[in-house]
């Protein structure tokens, strides 16, 4: 039972590049969740799903794309990247909605882009 | 505006002395609020919560304070060991409507000295 992991684990991108984030989790949840998270600043939500083939805005979406096609893997992508998106960002999933149910976080993939 | 403020960035206590950190919020929609862990190079993990109906909720070592007319709740750690070093994030959820969300305080730093 591994829990929810992310890969990768970090990536150096340039301005501009794409990339793909995937979360993968083993724990039949409904909900997955992406975050990241700066210094100073608290865990913000970037997209969610609550459930297979559903997908949702949260706070910071602009710039990402997400895709959740199997109920245990959601993918964020990055179209062109800018230096703004360098973060660490963080998968969770939960088997119902996250304020009144604990979430499970991945380690975190630290992202840079030059 | 920080909706979840952790006020103190840092705290260090001695071991087997009581651990007080303190989170503060704004908005009085707020229905429930749980405290996460995280160590180093690792995604958060949940550790407990409580519900804007109650006033304490214990666990272990672990007790959760809410004062709903100050605004304000605490997590207690009595006794208070190394391995609780890491960084402890409040967060509460948002049952205004539809937008159900968690919005996360930016946490405090916990180093348990031997």
């Known amino acids: 039972n591994a829990g929810v992991t992310q890969t990768p684990k970090f990536r150096v991108l340039k301005t501009g590049q794409s990339m793909t984030l995937l979360c993968a989790q083993d724990?039949?949840?409904?909900?997955m969740y992406w975050y990241r998270q700066d210094p100073g600043m608290g865990l913000r939500l970037i997209h969610y799903?609550?459930?297979?083939?559903?997908?949702a805005k949260g706070e910071v979406p602009d710039g990402y794309n997400v895709s959740r096609l199997k109920k245990q893997n959601f993918l964020l992508g990055l179209e062109s990247a800018a230096p703004s998106q360098t973060s660490v960002y963080f998968c969770a999933s939960s088997k119902g909605l996250a304020g009144v149910n604990e979430q499970f976080f991945g380690p975190g993939t630290r992202l840079t882009v030059l | 505006d920080q909706q979840v403020k952790q006020n103190s960035p840092s705290l260090s206590v001695q071991e087997g002395r009581i651990s007080i950190l303190n989170c503060d919020y704004t908005n009085s929609m707020f229905d429930y609020f749980l405290w996460y862990k995280k160590y180093p190079a690792e995604g958060p993990t949940f550790l407990i919560s409580i519900s804007s109906i109650k006033d304490k909720n214990e666990d272990g070592r672990f007790t959760v304070f809410l004062n709903k007319s100050a605004k304000h709740l605490s997590l207690h750690i009595v006794p208070s060991q190394p391995g609780d070093s890491a960084v402890y994030f409040c967060a509460a959820n948002n049952n205004a409507g539809n937008n159900r969300k968690l919005i996360w305080g930016l946490g405090t730093s916990l180093a348990v000295n031997p």
């Open positions: 724990m039949n949840h409904e909900y």
């Open positions: 799903s609550v459930g297979e083939g559903t997908t």
